[in-house]
């Protein structure tokens, strides 16, 4: 299959590549080899490569940034994707875009489905969900909300750019890791997504939206304890209320998912103390030096 990445400099982009690669005649367009805010372009370069199936990991995910800069994240977030769609469905390609947990207001107690209602509170989160509506107009589409992602392509070293990549580098270097008590998720590790993504394009799963998360729920904190745990590790955590950070763009304080749905069609999700505990394997093989060329294990 022919399979068009966009987005492919990014860390989700990056690892999705590699991982289709193995199976597929994979494209990879990062935003200098096309500008997916020229509709033009993006038609004109579709037409020619003709993909069976795109992939857009392009996202611009500056969340506080958006709040000074709404035009720029309704670029990318939004139209862009809508290029991308009315393209798929033009070739009849199979089209996957990635969305939020930012897209509810954080006020529930359980995690959410796929049937909740979003409500989002940020030009950021906004920008996202009209992004999944425009995504929805190609009839062979795949929206999957995705959070706290964490890890780093097949091959690669360890990024260092993500929250759980900080406080694992806190905890190694006995230093202080200031994590929030009060805001809860599902955190989503890369390996675990590409393989889920895989499994929902080769497999001809149903359309629609899916929660492409790890199975369960955990504050920042007891995500940093486990992580503490799995080391061997007496930490130094300090625990901060989401109230006590100024941030320029609200976040929703609960926003766990569910991945229920994506399980029913049969593509599980490890728990995210599994996906943990495979993460830091791959951290210790790369510190070590030992070059890894795909993810530990797939679902």
């Known amino acids: 299959m ?7 400099a990014g860390l989700l982009g990056r690892a999705m590549s590699a991982v289709l690669a193995d199976r597929h005649q994979v494209v990879a367009f990062t935003t ?6 020229d509709g033009q372009a993006v038609r004109a370069a579709l037409d020619a490569l003709r993909p069976e199936a795109i992939v857009n990991c392009a996202a611009y995910t500056d969340v506080d940034g958006a709040e000074d800069r709404p035009v720029d994240a309704l670029a990318v977030n939004a139209f862009a994707v809508r290029s ?4 798929a469905a033009a070739l009849g390609a199979t089209f996957v875009h990635y969305s939020t947990d930012f897209v509810f207001d954080g006020r529930a107690n359980v995690p959410y489905s796929e049937n909740d209602v979003p409500n989002p509170r940020s030009t950021y989160a906004c920008s996202k969900l009209i992004g999944e509506w425009f995504a929805a107009e190609a009839p ?12 780093a392509p097949p091959g690669e070293g360890m990024s260092r750019r993500s929250s759980v990549d900080r406080i ?3 905890i190694l270097a006995g230093e202080e890791a200031r994590v929030f008590v009060d805001r809860t998720v599902s955190p989503s590790y890369l390996a675990d997504i590409c ?13 629609g939206l899916y929660h492409c998360v790890n199975t369960g729920a955990c504050t920042w904190h007891e995500l940093a304890v486990e992580i503490a745990r799995q080391l061997g590790i007496d930490a130094r955590l300090r625990p901060v209320p989401v109230a006590e ?3 320029r763009a609200e976040r929703p304080t609960y926003c766990a998912l569910s991945s ?19 993460y830091l394997l791959v951290r210790t093989a790369a510190t070590a030096g030992r070059r890894l060329d795909r993810p530990v294990s797939a679902p």
């Open 168 to 170: 694992v580098d806190a």
């Open 260 to 278: 229920a749905k994506l399980a029913s069609v049969g593509a599980l999700m490890p728990a995210w103390q599994d996906a943990i505990r495979r």
């Open 140 to 151: 062979r589409h795949f929206v999957l909300r995705v959070e706290s992602l964490f890890g």
């Open 245 to 247: 950070v100024r941030l």
């Open 2 to 8: 022919k399979i068009l990445v966009t987005g492919a």
């Open 195 to 207: 393989a889920a993504t895989s499994h929902l394009i080769e497999h001809e799963a149903p359309y």
């Open 32 to 37: 200098r080899d096309l500008d997916l805010r």
């Open 84 to 87: 991308l769609a009315a393209s």
